[in-house]
T-cell receptor, first 110, second 115 residues
Framework: GESVGLHLPTLSVQEGDNSIINCAYS??????FIWYKQESGKGPQFIIDIRSNMDKRQGQRVTVLLNKTVKHLSLQIAATQPGDSAVYFC?????????FGAGTTVTVRA | EAGVTQFPSHSVIEKGQTVTLRCDPISGHDNLYWYRRVMGKEIKFLLHFVKESKQDESGMPNNRFLAERTGGTYSTLKVQPAELEDSGVYFC?????????????FGNGTRLTVT
């Protein structure tokens, strides 16, 4: 499953499929972007980050894409697992201050 | 390594009462932040300490909120008197430095309910 274009607050995806979570940021001066995962009852957990001089960065099962032209950030999760169910936040950073997006709730269907 | 710890995990108080939230950052992290998430909205910045000094408190809603970090170790956030709109989840985070390669580590938050 994927959310394309505008940010969607929820995303339902079949286990094993790839997920794409989108985020639009507002500050063209932001030089650092981060994706966080928040599980119920826990705080945001760092997933992956990317600097503004890059357009793609890969981690374990996750890829972040940055399009500075349209101020768009996406997180791709490969082979989505039940443990990936959580709220995902993008954040833009200017030095020390993070500005978070509204969050996307991802639900993985068995 | 112990993570960021926050206490209490939940607090329910009546309007007009006082509540104090505590945050213990990761040992050695000079940077400490407070954020909050109100009613399922986005997580918003409240303030930033470097050691015991407030670097930026531009996100503090009003003067009913007071944050301290005496000695540059743990921090407290006091709300006095609490109002209904203060309900939400208050997160503390810490980092060694700022910017790239120094991500914020968040605690599990304190869920505050003002009735």
């Amino acid at each position: 499953g994927e959310s394309v274009g505008l940010h969607l607050p929820t995303l339902s995806v079949q286990e094993g499929d790839n997920s794409i979570i989108n985020c639009a940021y507002s500050n063209s001066a932001s030089d650092y972007f981060i994706w966080y995962k928040q599980e119920s009852g826990k705080g945001p957990q760092f997933i992956i980050d990317i600097r503004s001089n890059m357009d793609k960065r890969q981690g374990q099962r996750v890829t972040v894409l940055l399009n500075k032209t349209v101020k768009h950030l996406s997180l791709q999760i490969a082979a989505t697992q039940p443990g990936d169910s959580a709220v995902y936040f993008c954040a833009e950073s200017n030095d020390y201050k993070l500005s978070f997006g509204a969050g996307t709730t991802v639900t993985v269907r068995a | 390594e112990a993570g960021v710890t926050q206490f209490p995990s939940h607090s329910v108080i009546e309007k007009g009462q006082t509540v104090t939230l505590r945050c213990d950052p990761i040992s050695g992290h000079d940077n400490l932040y407070w954020y909050r998430r109100v009613m399922g909205k986005e997580i918003k910045f409240l303030l930033h300490f470097v050691k015991e000094s407030k670097q930026d408190e531009s996100g503090m809603p009003n003067n009913r909120f007071l944050a301290e970090r005496t000695g540059g170790t743990y921090s407290t956030l006091k709300v006095q008197p609490a109002e209904l709109e203060d309900s939400g989840v208050y997160f503390c985070a810490s980092s060694q430095a700022t910017g790239y390669n120094s991500p914020l580590h968040f605690g599990n938050g304190t869920r505050l309910t003002v009735t």
